[in-house]
């Protein structure tokens, strides 16, 4: 059974930072894309940051040089480091999916988290 649990939300204040990870069981990351999405309240989910096995990484222009996607030591772990404002606040879900093109598009996610709560307080 595929399962993506995220860890590592919470509250913080602007200018602040959290580490969010993502854990698969049942699923290999290899050769896959790895990402992270997130929803505001009221708004649609929306792409942020997205990685593939080798360096190849995609980022959404409102969190260019704020946030950071990396992988674990295994293979079915990944990061999200960011360094907060009030707007970035929201539910952040992982997610994964095959095929190539991980650093161009944000599309064609077919694995995903429950999601955690991202919270800034300004």
């Known amino acids: 059974q595929v399962q993506f649990v995220e860890s590592g939300g919470g509250s913080v204040q602007s200018g602040g930072s959290l580490r969010l990870a993502c854990v698969a069981s049942?699923?290999?990351?290899?050769?896959?894309?790895m990402a992270w999405f997130r929803q505001a309240p009221g708004e649609e989910r929306e792409g942020v940051a997205a990685m593939d096995d080798a360096v190849s990484t995609k980022f959404a222009n409102s969190v260019k040089g704020r946030f950071t996607i990396s992988k674990g030591n295994t293979k079915n772990m990944w990061y999200l480091e960011m360094w907060l404002k009030p707007e970035d606040t929201g539910m952040y879900y992982c997610a994964a999916r095959t095929g190539g093109l991980c650093g161009r598009v944000f599309s064609g996610y077919n694995y995903w988290g429950q999601g955690t709560q991202v919270t800034v307080s300004s």
């Open positions: 049942g699923y290999s990351t290899r050769n896959r894309c």
